[in-house]
């Protein structure tokens, strides 16, 4: 039986081996050019959770906010703001 990391070390456990797969698809799927774009999206959520955000100034309303690289519309990596920072 494997042990339920703590929320600030993985706060995200249950999907991050889902998220981990969509950050390497997304790469190989997109050959950016030259000019990429950093952008903030909200995923819209309905649920009860501590990490959801009130934004009241995005049509969802109530989600997560995910930063984001972007190139001509298409996201090509994102990193979730309730993760912890990288460590050096």
């Not at 959770?49 to 934004?55: E, I, L, N």
């Not at 995005?58 to 990288?86: A, H, Q, W």
């Amino acid at each position: 039986m494997l042990a339920i990391p703590s929320r600030k070390i993985a706060p995200n456990h249950k999907v991050d081996p889902m998220l981990l797969q969509m950050m390497f698809a997304f790469g190989e799927a997109w050959d950016a050019g030259a000019y990429i774009a950093g952008d903030e999206q909200d995923a819209g959520f309905k649920g009860k959770h501590p990490d959801k955000a009130q934004v009241t100034f995005k049509k969802e309303g109530v989600g997560f906010i995910i930063d984001t690289i972007c190139d001509d519309g298409f996201t090509i990596t994102f990193y979730l703001r309730n993760m912890p920072s990288p460590k050096k």
